[in-house]
């Protein structure tokens, strides 16, 4: 079994940034995918950026050239770096865990980006 715990959200200005952290716990196998996905009010859920194993990182085309996501394999952390905020970003954020045979999902975190 496989615990995510996101934390980093907060209220923002349009043009600023946050770094959201998921910390991962248990045993993780070795060919996995960790994702952030957000969720806006009256909205379906939707795929912000993954991060594979191998390292191989994917991003949707509304968080290209603005969002990094990375990871600290020792503290079993990923991280998604998020730059020029706009109030279409405010969501909850969460950490996806999935390696085929579980998926798990994090509590979620919110992030407003409001002025």
């Known amino acids: 079994q496989v615990h995510l715990v996101e934390s980093g959200g907060g209220l923002v200005q349009p043009g600023g940034s946050l770094r959201l952290s998921c910390v991962a716990s248990?045993?993780?196998?070795?060919?996995?995918?960790m994702g952030w996905h957000r969720q806006a009010p009256e909205k379906q859920r939707e795929l912000v950026a993954s991060?594979?194993?191998?390292?191989?990182?994917s991003y949707a085309d509304s968080a290209k050239g603005r969002f990094t996501i990375s990871r600290d394999l020792a503290k079993k952390t990923v991280f998604l770096q998020m730059n020029s905020l706009k109030p279409e970003d405010t969501a909850v954020y969460f950490c996806?865990?999935?390696?085929?045979?579980?998926?798990?999902w994090g509590q979620g975190t919110q992030v407003t980006v409001s002025s």
């Open positions: 248990g045993s993780t196998r070795a060919f996995y995918v």
């Open positions: 991060i594979f194993s191998s390292g191989i990182t």
């Open positions: 996806r865990y999935s390696d085929g045979s579980l998926a798990t």
